[in-house]
T-cell receptor
Framework: GQNIDQPTEMTATEGAIVQINCTYQTSGFNGLFWYQQHAGEAPTFLSYNVLDGLEEKGRFSSFLSRSKGYSYLLLKELQMKDSASYLCAGTDSWGKFQFGAGTQVVVTP | DVKVTQSSRYLVKRTGEKVFLECVQDMDHENMFWYRQDPGLGLRLIYFSYDVKMKEKGDIPEGYSVSREKKERFSLILESASTNQTSMYLC???????????????FGPGTRLLVL
């Protein structure tokens, strides 16, 4: 496995920025996915990084450093609907996913 | 839109019962996966399949088996349910990955199973 590590919970206020960090073991690593999961719902795809650098998609951005085994998901201009669990997942060359335990983001008014 | 459906949202079974969880996807995806999700542990892979009639063990296959007789359908079987199999079960599917590409997984809504 890739031992995906991410914080358990983060709290931020509406309109703020939150950065969720994710670290992984680089052995056998291929790429990194971020998913959003609202309570009681299925995870939905947010972003995918395979090369070093920043991928921006509207209010959400994801960064990857392959040499450091590190990624982050940046959520800007937080909205109440962004309250959810955010899952980091590393993949190997066979396409097998290893998920982190998820980071619960709580957005307060 | 990709659609992954699971046969039940909630299921209550007794210890020792045989349990079938069904998953169907409508996008002709080659790959299908079964996970269980528990608080603090995240998603853990039980079994996956890259093609019809093919199956591979994931990280926690003990106590489970699977069946993939048709491309669109992937079934998870609990031969003799136990209380430690109480969990949320999520099915996912994806296209076949290329040499330099990865494909995202699309998840079903989940089945919350309670074993008494």
């Amino acid at each position: 496995g890739q031992n995906i590590d991410q914080p358990t919970e983060m709290t931020a206020t509406e309109g703020a920025i939150v950065q969720i960090n994710c670290t992984y073991q680089t052995s056998g690593f291929n790429g990194l996915f971020w998913y959003q999961q609202h309570a009681g719902e299925a995870p939905t795809f947010l972003s995918y990084n395979v090369l070093d650098g920043l991928e921006e998609k509207g209010r959400f951005s994801s960064f990857l450093s392959r040499s450091k085994g590190y990624s982050y998901l940046l959520l800007k201009e937080l909205q109440m609907k962004d309250s959810a669990s955010y899952l980091c997942a590393g993949t190997d060359s066979w396409g097998k996913f290893q998920f982190g335990a998820g980071t619960q983001v709580v957005v307060t008014p | 839109d990709v659609k992954v459906t699971q046969s039940s949202r909630y299921l209550v079974k007794r210890t020792g019962e045989k349990v079938f969880l069904e998953c169907v996807q409508d996008m002709d995806h080659e790959n299908m996966f079964w996970y269980r999700q528990d608080p603090g542990l995240g998603l853990r892979l039980i079994y996956f399949s890259y093609d019809v009639k093919m199956k591979e063990k994931g990280d926690i296959p003990e106590g489970y088996s699977v069946s993939r007789e048709k491309k669109e359908r992937f079934s998870l079987i609990l031969e003799s349910a136990s209380t430690n199999q109480t969990s949320m079960y999520l099915c996912a599917s994806s296209r076949e990955a290329g040499i330099l590409t990865q494909e995202t997984q699309y998840f079903g809504p989940g089945t919350r199973l309670l074993v008494l």
